[in-house]
């Protein structure tokens, strides 16, 4: 499955909804849905705030179904991350004045069992994670 | 997200309704420190019965109200939230500065604050 949506926050619910119909393919428990939706949500916000810091973009969301995983893309061609290392921790955000919990990748992290973050000034940010679905 | 504004003296209640978002928390965050300066509201508290989703965006709401109202001599509360909301706090580790309780959950001392003569 494959989104595009223009970056904008209102885009966001509809992202979340349409990542969490496609997973219900899988037997997901609750927790496991709202997991999903929730680390979808940050990615698709940082792709947003940080990528096209609020600038016009496109959001790309893929999702795929390997054996008992969800593997879900998150792709921005906005500003890319200098220091992927320092933006994934905890607290650290790099808008403080917008109260940007310092959160996101945190979040992604707990609540997926895999995360990887690709990223190159000037080119953008792909995030990939996966979720081993328990009932798979 | 619909939010719903009640005062109980100088206490402010919002209860919230719908999804907290990116996209919604600027124009509650804007709403709420209006509301707090208007109406010379000391503490706060966050009825969240009624919101299904909460991401990261909703902390940075939380926490900056809450330090607010610490600056004012008050309390932040968070109350009745669902499971989803409940383990986004967590991990953020809100709940170790301010007072939150689950929906369901019996915490007599917070809904003896939280009283606006509706039961809750």
Redesign the interface.
């Known amino acids: 499955m494959k989104l595009q949506v223009p970056g904008k926050?209102?885009n966001?619910?509809f992202v979340?909804a349409t990542v969490g119909a496609f997973a219900s393919q899988l037997d997901l428990s609750?927790?496991e849905m709202?997991?999903i939706?929730?680390a979808v949500?940050?990615a698709v916000?940082n792709a947003?705030?940080h990528g096209y810091e609020c600038q016009k973009g496109v959001v790309t969301v893929e999702c795929k179904i390997i054996g008992e995983e969800l593997e879900i893309k998150v792709i921005d061609q906005g500003i890319g991350i200098e220091d992927v290392e320092l933006a994934m921790k905890p607290l650290y955000t790099s808008k403080p004045e917008?109260?940007?919990?310092g959160?996101?990748f945190?979040?992604m992290q707990?609540?997926m069992d895999r995360l990887v973050v690709e990223s190159a000034l000037g080119e953008g940010t792909k995030i990939t994670m996966t979720k081993r679905v328990a009932n798979g | 997200m619909n939010t719903r504004i009640e005062y109980a003296g100088n206490t402010l209640v919002a209860k919230l309704e719908g999804e907290l978002d990116q996209h919604v928390a600027t124009e509650l965050r804007t709403r709420l420190d209006d509301e707090i300066s208007k109406h010379n509201i000391i503490n706060l508290i966050f009825d969240f019965k009624g919101v299904t989703f909460m991401d990261s965006s909703g902390i940075g709401v939380i926490v900056g109200r809450y330090k607010k109202i610490q600056a004012r001599g008050g309390t932040t509360m968070v109350i009745r939230v669902q499971p989803q909301v409940d383990r986004v706090l967590e991990i953020s580790g809100i709940k170790k500065i301010l007072m939150c309780s689950r929906e369901g959950e019996n915490r007599g001392e917070l809904y003896e604050v939280a009283s606006t003569g509706e039961n809750i």
């Open positions: 926050t209102s966001e619910s979340r609750l927790e709202a997991d939706k929730t949500s940050e916000t947003i705030i917008e109260e940007r919990s959160m996101g945190t979040v707990t609540f």
